[in-house]
């Protein structure tokens, strides 16, 4: 099976040149934990998932274990929230992965493996260069249902 047969055509896409504020207004649309950043030639760019909206809210020293939670200010997410919605997406994605990018020719198995060796929920669909669409983990569960219930 090929990955042009179950996967979906609507990704969520922004484009390289918005902003935080552009990306958190979108995320009552997405469906794939991933938004796929493309250039004015729709060639993808980066992408952005939940984590990296995340990250850019909470410092880069601050972890789990650190003590500072107990003297940061109760309101210090919002604050934050409020000074990062100009950040550039630029700023905010991740460059593609090679091995997590996939054409719509390329097998599901070849697909399933990026997202594995990658530890991602889903990889792009490109035909050439230009995002087509996108396979999730749950797209290739939802076909290995359908396949079991054909026997």
Known sequence: MKVKDIMSTDPAIVPVSGTFLDVIEMLDKIRYHVMLVVDKDEKLTGIIT?????????????????????VM??????????????????????????????????????????????????????????VVGIISRLILLRYMTRIIHKK
């Open 50 to 70: 939940e984590a990296d909206l995340l990250k850019v809210l909470m410092p880069k020293y601050l972890h789990a274990g650190d003590a500072l939670f107990s």
């Open 73 to 130: 200010e109760v309101d210090s997410f919002e604050k934050r929230c409020l000074s990062c919605k100009d950040v550039a997406i630029r700023d905010l994605m991740s460059k593609p992965i090679a091995s997590a990018v996939v054409t719509e020719e390329d097998s599901i198995i070849k697909a399933a493996s990026g997202m594995l060796d990658n530890r991602i929920h889903a990889v792009p669909v490109l035909r050439d260069g230009k």
